[in-house]
């Protein structure tokens, strides 16, 4: 075995290596980022809840308005299962 090809499979190695200090700091960004995105959204998932029930609406309607209202502003899931409706209604 040549010199040459023994160190041809040590590319992609090479190259997570030289990615690494990169990706951590990213992950440990989007993480935080996602759990301060998470916990806004369940203030203001009780905040709207409130809002119901303070404007007149018996509890089990608010729930369920505000689980339909909190569904809806997931994006990708909405957006997910948009696609899979429309490949079953082919």
């Keep these: 075995m040549s010199r040459e090809n023994s160190t041809q499979g040590r590319g992609g190695v090479q190259t997570i290596g030289a990615l690494l200090p990169h990706i951590l700091p990213l992950g ?6 996602y759990l301060r995105f998470k916990k806004r959204a369940q203030r203001a998932e009780k905040i709207f809840r409130k809002e119901l029930n303070a404007n007149g609406l018996d509890r089990e309607t608010a729930k369920k308005l505000t689980e339909n209202y909190m569904n809806s502003s997931h994006a990708l899931r909405t957006i ?3 696609g899979v ?3 079953w209604a082919e």
């Excluded at 440990?28 to 980022?33: D, E, Q, R, V």
């Design 80 to 82: 997910a299962l948009s």
């Design 85 to 87: 409706r429309g490949r």
């Design 28 to 33: 440990w960004k989007l993480g935080l980022s």
